[in-house]
């Protein structure tokens, strides 16, 4: 399995709902990554988990918030989210160092009403 | 700090004619080079790295990178370009745990 899935691939949601984000890989990889890409930008990087525990936090607002149940999944938990939160939320793997090379899921686009 | 550019917002060019999609770089140390495309609503696909060794790197798809250490750069290109080219193209440094992409170059393969 060489691939990163992701669901929802659509949502829509209330700035008042809870919701989240998940991500699942069994490619082994013992990193895995939130970014957050807007309309004909580069993504930018949300959050790095590096075995399971959280590495990096990119000054996220708190409305955001990651979790790493096991190796092979990754959520992102959304709360009380605004409307320029809006965006295209892609997940990644890759093993630790990233000097193999990323693979991406195939993103949740989110738009908050 | 490290930083990649990518000095084309749009490239097009015809089918079957060669494509370069342009990609300049500044790191301290050794960089570790990629290309990634990208179709609409979708994820990144890996094109291809550079990391060590040969300057010429095939990759996915019919695409190779051409990495030059004198002019930092690391320009994308294929012989003969198809209309399902037609893409967003990142490139990307990295270091530890974190990619800075360029802010990408939409590719256009005009029939």
């Known amino acids: 399995d060489t691939e990163v899935t992701q669901t929802p691939k659509h949502l829509v949601m209330g700035m008042t709902n809870k919701k989240s984000l998940k991500c699942e890989q069994h490619?082994?990889?013992?990193?895995m990554y939130w970014y957050k890409q807007k309309a004909k930008k580069p993504p930018e990087l949300m959050f790095v988990?590096?075995?399971?525990?959280?590495?990096i936090n990119e000054s996220v607002p708190s409305r955001f918030s990651p979790e790493c149940p096991n190796s092979s999944l990754l959520n992102l938990h959304l709360h009380a989210l605004q409307p320029e939160d809006s965006a295209l939320y892609l997940c990644?793997?890759?093993?630790?160092?990233?000097?193999?090379?990323?693979?991406f899921g195939s993103g949740t686009r989110l738009t908050v009403v | 700090a490290q930083s990649v550019a990518q000095p084309e917002d749009q490239v097009n060019v015809a089918e079957g004619n060669p494509l370069t999609v342009k990609c300049t770089y500044s790191?301290?140390?050794?960089?570790?080079l990629f290309w990634y495309v990208q179709y609409p609503n979708r994820g990144l696909q890996f094109l291809l790295k550079?990391?060590?060794?040969?300057?010429l790197v095939k990759g996915s798809y019919g695409f190779e990178a051409e990495f030059n250490k004198s002019q930092t750069s690391f320009h994308l290109k294929k012989p003969s370009a198809l209309v399902s080219d037609s893409a967003l193209y990142f490139c990307?440094?990295?270091?530890?745990?974190?990619?800075?992409f360029g802010t990408g170059t939409r590719l256009k393969v005009l029939a």
């Open positions: 990644a793997s890759s093993q630790p160092g990233g000097t193999v090379g990323y693979t």
């Open positions: 490619m082994g990889h013992r990193a």
């Open positions: 988990y590096s075995y399971e525990k959280l590495s």
């Open positions: 790191v301290s140390g050794n960089p570790y």
């Open positions: 550079y990391i060590t060794g040969d300057n």
């Open positions: 990307a440094v990295t270091g530890t745990y974190k990619y800075i």
